[in-house]
């Protein structure tokens, strides 16, 4: 049968043995089965060297690295890392000096001071947006709104404002409150609000004034920590948008005025890859001498595996 003069004729078809290819995964870079009493040290080492697990042995290493050299460690993060539970986590890290500046959205004040006042927080909103009652806590509002006018007063900062005030309260559970931690540490803990976004907003005594002048003063010490990351880390850990942008204008506000911040490591932790957080955390910063980062997964099993590897390594 004569071939058809319109197929490829394979015959000549060029080939090469697979011992002189350049292959990208390896047996030795394979996870190893977990054997029972081992340490948890053991156990990151038995993570396949293959992407992630690559990825957050060397997240790791930087953070571990940065706390050696005590350079910053900036934690950034979205109100769904308290909802996770990760406070006592993140505490502990602040309380070890591992951690220096927690920086959080609008939502991070409202969540983090019901924990400390109550031990609950995460509102359900569709069982309570149909008959307009979402977000009208009484307490939430009212401490929220006392801290604001404190932080008017003493012209100080949002975070510290509020932690402090969890503090002064005496509030029953402020060992879980990532503000009264910094309040109490001197770390800072820097707030960052966009008005009209948090049920705060809705209440008629709020001060869109004095929290905007508030959250203004944590922008610039934000920006103050930045501008001392070489060789430190910062995460972000599910903020989409706002932390995200709010990295990248301190960032280059601390370049334009002659601060040298070139080597350093960025982190990126959420369920998705979201734009923002991959170009203005991930990708744009680190260009050059640092490196980036994106660790696809849940806020209450990532952290504290990093967390525990940080641990371990000091």
């Known amino acids: ?14 080939t090469y043995s697979i011992h002189d290819r350049n292959s990208l995964v390896s047996r030795k870079d394979f996870a190893r089965p977990w054997q029972k009493g ?12 293959i992407l992630a697990g690559n990825d957050i ?33 993140i505490i502990d890290l602040m309380e070890k000096q591992i951690i220096t500046l927690v ?51 003493e012209h100080t900062g949002l975070g510290r404002a509020v932690g402090q005030f969890i503090l002064d309260q005496h509030m029953p559970y402020q060992h879980l409150s990532f503000l ?10 820097t707030v960052h609000v966009a008005l009209g976004t948090d049920i705060l907003h809705m209440h008629p005594r709020f001060n ?52 040298h911040v070139e080597d350093f490591t960025t982190v990126n932790l959420d369920f998705i890859r979201h734009y923002r957080p991959m170009t203005n955390v991930v990708n744009r910063p680190t260009r050059g001498k640092g490196r980036g980062f994106s660790i696809v997964g849940h806020h209450e ?8 590897g940080v641990i371990e390594s000091l």
Not at 38 to 49: E, G
Not at 301 to 308: D, F, Q
């Open 1 to 14: 049968m004569t071939p058809d003069s319109t197929h490829l004729d394979f015959s000549g078809l060029k």
């Open 38 to 49: 081992r340490d948890f040290k053991t156990f990151l080492d038995t993570l396949p060297s």
């Open 57 to 89: 042995r060397a997240v790791i290493q930087a953070v571990a690295a940065a706390a050696r050299g005590q350079h910053p460690v900036c934690f950034a993060m979205g109100g769904h890392v308290i909802k996770t539970g990760m406070a006592p986590i």
């Open 103 to 153: 920086a959080m959205n609008g939502s991070g004040i409202i969540h983090d001071l019901e924990v400390a006042l109550a031990g609950r927080t995460s509102e359900d909103v569709a069982g309570s947006l149909g008959d307009g009652s979402f977000g009208m806590a009484r307490e939430t509002a009212d401490c929220l709104n006392q801290a604001i006018a404190r932080a008017e007063k």
């Open 180 to 189: 009264a931690a910094g309040a109490r540490l001197k770390v800072p803990v």
């Open 208 to 259: 869109a004034a004095a929290c905007g002048q508030a959250s203004m003063h944590d922008f610039h010490t934000f920006a103050s920590q930045i501008s001392r990351l070489e060789q430190g880390v910062f995460i972000n850990a599910g903020s989409a948008v706002i932390l995200p942008e709010v990295f990248l204008k301190a960032l280059t506000l601390a370049r334009n005025l002659g601060h």
């Open 301 to 308: 099993l990532l952290i504290p595996l990093i967390a525990a």
